[in-house]
């Protein structure tokens, strides 16, 4: 089975950064793709953005693009979320997750083709 783990929640004002981190061990993690969701109260949850842990593919949702940056480290099988010019619409439930579906260059914003999931992080942008 995958493990997932994801840190780095807090609060944080308006316009500043945040990176979160998300750790993910098993026995064949190293050739899924990983990805971010976010959920607000009241809200769906929603694709931040993934990337393809067997190539270097990416994908943003359209309302992170430019301000998010997905990046990996393979030999610690983690990969990061660098969020800039954080808003208050940003603040939600982050979570971080594995498909076991995908391609070694594949990676997919559908939450249905993400199987294991972190237990969340929370980040709070204050205005």
């Known amino acids: 089975q995958v493990h997932v783990v994801e840190s780095g929640g807090e609060t944080v004002q308006a316009g500043g950064s945040l990176r979160l981190s998300c750790a993910a061990s098993g026995r064949t993690v190293s050739t899924n793709a990983m990805g971010w969701f976010r959920q607000a109260p009241g809200r769906e949850r929603e694709f931040v953005g993934g990337i393809a842990w067997g190539g270097d593919k990416t994908l943003y949702g359209e309302s992170v693009k430019g301000r998010f940056t997905i990046t990996r480290d393979i030999a610690n099988k983690t990969v990061n979320l660098q969020m800039n010019s954080l808003k208050p619409e940003d603040t939600a439930v982050y979570y971080c997750?594995?498909?076991?579906?995908?391609?070694?260059?594949?990676?997919?914003?559908?939450?249905?083709?993400?199987?294991?999931w972190g237990q969340g992080t929370q980040v709070t942008v204050s205005s």
């Open positions: 997750a594995v498909d076991p579906y995908s391609g070694l260059n594949e990676v997919v914003g559908s939450a249905d083709r993400y199987t294991y």
